[in-house]
């Protein structure tokens, strides 16, 4: 917060544009972006190096050190709310900035920790507040920077969870053989401090009307214009009255003795004249011209008070049917979203593929949602499927579903190795569009889509945190990993019928009219009989028709 008196610096002031840039600064947002997925998700799910390294030291289970990702990914995802109401409170970048410092620290803290127990905390509760406060804010300026290039330049900048996965993984890994796991948490805890410069430059964005530049226009046409230059004219004849040129004496006109225009110079007077108009018409150029720079200023000025006295946190959102559709869609989405990663290698191997071989899958993974990330982004911008974008990714979803199930068939490595590059590829889809596509008017639009997102993750948190014990009790009931492929499967289904009436319920096509007449009663309201007002000239005074009241009355009758 900037002294009385002082001014904020420009680099870290707010950016002011007509309408969004679709780069400029976005792009430094982008890669800002970019690191904050290496240092979020990607070192979340690279996590898993470490686990044999905490299960020798405490002799703990499996099972009870991976609570320590689960706990963590919960925190993340519950306290979504809270990042919106902080983010809308305080801003993009102080939050942001908090939630690197939070990260680092419980990072760095987790080197130091001596059981399991204590990890819960460091880690899953202290990291797992700072990746919930980094996470949303990021993915959400960045949708306010971008909206033709939204949905390309948000997959490109979410591949650093995947280059995560593929390059940091494996150079921890190198590093932990050297230093030992505790140190080398340290250093992971010390580079994820470069949130916080990553959160300074997240310069806030305001949209100025267009109003004030076609204001501006019409002034200066208005100018311009002919009668503009016969007032000049008149005021220039005034000017010229008044100095003195003749004077009236008992009805004769007589040559005045003060020295006017045309006696300065040898027939410059009209030449000074249309200096003077020249000059005149500048000024007032000039002037209407600070005027509308100073309106807009307001203008700018009073958005900002706006965004300020914005609510906290909008729960009005959960009256629109297409959110609650869409959050039920992530839901059940999510339970297809952990069973590869932490079964793929054990089925593998009941399959009768070796282990060593067995590891392959996971990079298999890795490289395919990358590509799958750059595929959707191209894919999404392309002006063809501007308003299908839902259907684009309900087909993602259904591919998905069938590859699921197409893990439990499969008997060999091949067969294996090929469904865990679909299934990589249309993870990387669906990874870095459900959460954007939030913006999009066919679910919430960008207005809402900060307290839009924080609701949307604290929905399919439970899902997260449910999703790896189902599985496991599934398993251990069956005694067959792929039963837990199969629960996936079923899981993408159900999202899918729910994502595919989002956009019937936005029309209001699965809602009933509450107000079917309300037109007809409000029209008969302003039709106004003539008798009603007889020899009168009020008969033809039409009464204001209030727009806005119209445009609420029309969304009222499409709430379910």
């Not at 009464?543 to 029309?554: F, G, I, Y």
Request: negative net charge; charged residues 20%; proline residues 3%.
């Amino acid at each position: 917060m900037a002294l009385p008196g002082l001014k904020a610096p420009r680099c870290l002031g707010p950016n002011v544009y007509a309408e969004a840039p679709d780069g400029g600064w976005g792009w430094v947002v982008a890669g800002s972006f970019f690191l904050v997925e290496v240092f979020t998700y990607g070192t979340i799910k690279s996590f898993g190096i470490f686990f044999k390294d905490l299960m020798e030291e405490f002799g703990e289970s499996n099972s009870r050190v991976s609570w320590i990702v689960s706990i963590c990914v919960f925190v993340m995802t519950f306290n979504g709310p809270l990042s919106s109401v902080m983010t809308n409170r305080l801003g993009f970048q102080i939050v942001v900035m908090l939630g690197g410092l939070l990260i680092s620290l419980g990072t760095i803290a987790t080197s130091f920790t001596t059981s399991v127990n204590q990890m819960y905390i460091t880690y899953g509760l202290v990291a797992g507040l700072g990746y919930c406060l980094t996470f949303l804010p990021t993915v959400t300026i960045l949708s306010h920077y971008f909206k033709q290039r939204r949905s390309l330049v948000t997959a490109v900048a979410s591949t650093g969870e995947s280059l995560s996965m593929f390059a940091l993984a494996p150079a921890f890994s190198a590093l932990k053989l050297q230093l030992g796991w505790r140190h080398t948490l340290a250093v992971v805890g010390a580079l994820q401090s470069t949130i916080i410069i990553c959160g300074a430059l997240l310069r806030p964005i305001v949209i100025q009307p267009k109003v004030n530049s076609r204001k501006c226009s019409k002034e200066l046409e208005t100018l311009s214009s002919p009668n503009n230059e016969e007032k000049m004219d008149s005021s220039a004849v005034d000017c010229s009255e008044k100095t003195g040129e003749y004077e009236t004496v008992n009805g004769s006109a007589i040559r005045s003795e003060t020295p006017t225009l045309r006696e300065t110079a040898d027939g410059t007077t009209e030449e000074n004249g249309l200096l003077e108009k020249a000059a005149l018409m500048t000024n007032e150029k000039h002037a209407v011209t600070e005027a509308v720079e100073i309106e807009s200023l307001h203008d700018a000025e009073k958005q900002v008070k706006e965004k300020k006295n914005f609510k906290l946190l909008d729960f009005s959102i959960l009256r629109e049917t297409s959110f609650i559709l869409y959050s039920l869609f992530g839901l059940f989405a999510t339970l297809g979203f952990f069973a590869p990663q932490l079964y793929i290698i054990e089925l593998s191997v009941s399959r009768g593929v070796e282990r060593d071989r067995a590891t392959y899958m996971l990079s298999i993974m890795a490289v395919a949602e990358i590509l799958g990330r750059f595929s959707i982004g191209w894919i999404l911008n392309r002006r063809q499927l501007q308003t299908r974008k839902l259907l684009v990714l309900l087909a993602c979803v259904l591919v998905m579903m069938v590859d699921l199930v197409g893990f439990t068939l499969v008997t060999e490595f091949y067969g294996l190795a090929v469904c865990c590059g679909v299934y990589g590829f249309f993870m990387g889809t669906l990874a870095c569009t459900h959460i954007p596509l939030l913006a999009e008017d066919d679910v919430v639009g960008i207005e809402r889509m900060s307290s839009a997102a924080g609701v949307y993750v604290f929905i399919h948190s439970f899902a997260g945190l449910a999703g790896p014990p189902l599985g496991g009790v599934l398993v251990d009931v069956t005694h067959n990993y792929g039963s837990a492929f199969y629960s996936c499967a079923a899981g993408m289904a159900v999202s899918a019928l729910f994502l595919g009436l989002v956009k019937p319920a936005k029309k209001g096509f699965l809602c009933k009219k509450k107000a079917g007449n309300t037109h007809d009663v409000q029209a008969a309201d302003i039709e106004t009989p003539s008798e009603n007002f007889p020899d009168s000239a009020e008969k033809h005074v039409k009464p204001e028709v209030n727009t806005e009241q119209l445009e609420t009355t029309e969304k009222e009758t499409a709430v379910c």
